[in-house]
Structures are given as C-alpha cells and as structure tokens.
C-alpha cells in the first residue's frame, strides 16, 4: 500500500497542467466579463485525471484533460417589417428602428427625422414629389 502520495498538480508534468488550467481561466473570466453574456449564470472548470497502470501496476501513465464551461451568449432580438412594394411587386423586408410602424423618429446618429425603417423622410419626400405618388387620403399630388 502507498503511503505517500506527492503528485502537486502544479508541478506535474513540468507544469503543463496548471498551464492547460491557467488558459482555461483566462477564458472563463473573459466570459465572466462578456457583457453578452448573462452574468449570473453559473460557469465549470473540469480537471479530469485520468491513470493507466501497466500490467505490473507500477508504473502508471497519468493524463489530464482541463476544460470549462461557460455562460452561452445572450440572443439579441429585433422587428423587422416586411411586405411587397405596390410598384415592383417585390418583397421588402427593413428592420423597425422607430419603436412604433409608421411612425418617425429622430435618429440620434445625425439628427435627421427619418422613417420607422430608417430612411430620412426628406429623400422620401423629394421621392414622392417627383414621382406623382397618389395619397389616397389626400388626393393627387
């Protein structure tokens, strides 16, 4: 029976296993950080040892796979309208960036009013003059 055991995990194998545990740490505690991530969630290092001892069960071969498990990154959502341009027939689809269909907004990037899709309601305006565009509330321009 062996009654003494000295095998310090961090000197075995001339250190290679705390510098496998070491880089596992350092992307655990980036993901710690990750502002995508929930940070509350739980994170996992795994230090596996794993012994194969000869037939004489002497000499024994010891290996080490270290691995961890992190928070997964957080989704991300969005609205996106979509349906067909009257014109062409085809089908469009532009992310909501307004907050509300239909209604403008003021895009904090440059200042300029612009659609619930994003595009400045000037170019639109210039767009619709120039293109006669029938509002049916109003009557033709």
Do not use: W
């Not at 290679?16 to 996992?44: S, V």
């Not at 612009?114 to 009557?139: A, C, H, S, W, Y």
């Amino acid at each position: 029976m062996i009654q003494n055991i000295d095998l310090q995990i961090s000197n075995l194998a001339h250190g290679a296993i705390q510098e496998k545990l070491n880089g596992e740490l350092i992307k655990l505690f980036e993901n710690i950080h990750d502002p995508n991530t929930k940070a509350t969630d739980k994170r996992t290092v795994n230090i596996k040892l794993e012994f194969k001892p000869d037939e004489n069960r002497q000499v024994v071969t010891m290996n080490c796979d270290v691995s961890i498990k992190t928070a997964p990154i957080e989704g991300v959502s969005t609205t996106v309208l979509t349906g067909k341009d009257l014109g062409t027939g085809k089908v469009e689809a532009h992310e909501l960036k307004s907050g509300t269909p239909g209604q403008t907004f003021i895009d904090p990037d440059d200042g300029k009013v612009k659609t619930d899709t994003g595009e400045p309601v000037d170019v639109i305006e210039k767009e619709m003059k120039r293109n006669k565009i029938i509002d049916l509330q109003k009557g033709v321009k």
